[in-house]
């Protein structure tokens, strides 16, 4: 007797990709190589970014990004991150995976602990408590980390002209979200892919390179 999986088509199952890094690391400029990385091996992937991804998501990511005169509370700040969040998941990641799909994220949870836990300052065990209410069991597969110093990346991004209510935040503020992120990669180092942000382009794109390919043969990963 044949068993129900028999003859089955495999199911291919979606993999979700983030990239994280403080401000002018380079993150939308290596969305673009992980993209084609992919793209060579036969990967399609889903772009999307965080805060944002759904319209309603990206209505709250211009809430949380313009400037504005009224103090903003840290807990006003974290919910609405993990407001935009959760309709991000359920609405667009989980139901793209669901479908077998790729999903690559310009950021995601490791941010609200480096931005809001370690820059703001919010418990970081409130943080996990509501990122295991909201999203249980919920993370990414693979993460790159671009690392670069504080005032390397804020001079990449003066280049740029108008800053959002993130980067006008001051050196300490940038020093901690950087150390957080070093942490979380020193604690989920499978997870969690570390690349030197600060060399030049080409070698920040090879390295990004060679740190998805490295992903990509781990066993089941393109099953
Ligand atoms: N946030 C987000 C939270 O507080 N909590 C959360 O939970 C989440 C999810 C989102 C903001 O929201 C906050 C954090 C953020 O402040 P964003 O758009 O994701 O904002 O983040 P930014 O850090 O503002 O993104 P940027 O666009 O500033 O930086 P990128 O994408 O890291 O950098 P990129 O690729 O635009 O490069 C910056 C410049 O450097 C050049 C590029 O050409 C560009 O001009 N460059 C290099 N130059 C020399 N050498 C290299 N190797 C270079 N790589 C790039």
């Known amino acids: 007797m044949m068993s129900a999986s028999e003859g089955a ?67 006003a700040e974290l919910l609405l991150v993990f407001a935009a969040r959760v309709q991000h998941v359920e609405g667009f990641i989980k139901p793209a995976l669901e479908r077998g799909e790729w999903v690559l994220s310009d950021r995601f949870v490791d941010a609200t602990f480096a931005y809001q836990g370690a820059g703001r300052g919010v418990n970081s065990e409130l943080i996990d408590r509501l990122r295991q209410f909201v999203i249980p069991d919920f993370r990414p597969h693979f993460t790159l980390l671009l690392d670069i110093p504080v005032s390397r990346g804020m001079e990449r991004v003066g280049a740029r002209g108008a800053h959002d209510r993130f980067e006008r935040e001051e050196r300490g503020f940038h020093e901690r979200v950087r150390d957080c992120y070093l942490e979380i990669a020193s604690s989920e180092p499978d997870r969690m892919h570390l690349i030197d942000a600060s060399l030049p382009l080409a070698d920040v794109s090879l390295a990004v390179r060679q740190a998805v390919l490295g992903f990509l043969a781990r066993p089941g990963v393109l099953q």
């Open 9 to 75: 088509a495999p199911v291919r199952r979606g993999r979700f990709i983030t990239v994280e890094g403080g401000e002018g690391a380079g993150k939308s400029t290596q969305i673009d190589v992980v993209k084609r990385v992919l793209a060579e091996q036969g990967v399609v992937v889903l772009n999307t970014r965080e805060p944002g991804g759904t319209p309603l998501a990206e209505e709250i990511r211009s809430l949380l990004l313009a400037p504005r005169t009224e103090p903003v509370t840290d807990l």
